[in-house]
T-cell receptor, first 107, second 124 residues
């Protein structure tokens, strides 16, 4: 099973600033990685897949990079609605696995 | 646009079987090359993938749950279902159904549509 490790567990950033979240895979997953955003009381929402392709309707301030085992989600200028928990997921191989999440909070 | 809705008992007794159904609307469960999946989230914790079923009926399960899990499709009702047997308190979680419309890798693809989730509590 591929283990996904996200860092940091909690990230405190001021509105308008840039946030950088990391995700590391225990094995190579190529670019078969997705990022999700989850707000309290809501289902997760797909942000990015293929490591860097934005899903439908996702603002351009969300970008992703990386391949192999190291991945990054960058939010270029944080808006109030961006404070949430973010998860990465690999679908390179079965079983699919999620990271433990990074909570992005207001500084 | 695809919509998914979970349904089933919110309370299950220990050692019994948890049964949930996901109803798909806005598209047919068999007319597209989709994976249909179940994901759960214990209170205050992260997401855990349970398993997927392909539109053709082939399945993939999380290894640690595989002996207790069955995912099936009812094409006549545009529904897919989750059964988890011999539940314990550790199975208490929000259960989500979701769809993977891309299937872009050997291990499937990202979940692009999600249900709102249903909370299942295991307690006597």
């Amino acid at each position: 099973e591929i283990v996904m490790t996200q860092s940091p567990a909690t990230l405190s950033v001021s509105p308008g600033e840039r946030a950088t979240l990391s995700c590391r895979a225990s094995q190579i997953v190529s670019i078969n990685l997705a990022w999700y955003q989850q707000k309290p009381g809501q289902a997760p929402r797909l942000l990015l897949y293929g490591a860097s392709t934005r899903a439908t309707g996702i603002p351009a301030r969300f970008s992703g990079s990386g391949s192999g085992t190291e991945f990054t989600l960058t939010i270029s200028s944080l808006q109030s609605e961006d404070f949430a928990v973010y998860y990465c997921q690999q679908y390179y191989n079965w079983p699919q696995t999620f990271g433990q999440g990074t909570k992005l909070e207001i500084k | 646009q695809l919509q998914l809705q979970e349904s089933g008992p919110g309370l299950v007794k220990p050692s019994e079987t948890l049964s949930l159904t996901c109803t798909v609307s806005g598209g047919s469960i068999t007319n597209s090359s989709y994976y249909w999946g179940w994901i759960r989230q214990p209170p205050g914790k992260g997401l855990e993938w349970i398993g997927n079923i392909y539109y053709s009926g082939s399945t993939h399960y999380k290894p640690s749950l595989e002996s207790r899990v069955t995912i099936s499709v009812d094409t006549s009702k545009d529904q897919f279902s989750l059964k988890l047997s011999s539940v314990t308190a550790a199975d208490t979680a929000m259960y989500y159904c979701a769809s993977d419309s891309r299937v872009i890798a050997f291990g499937g693809g990202p979940f692009d549509y999600w249900g709102q989730g249903t909370l299942v509590t295991v307690s006597s």
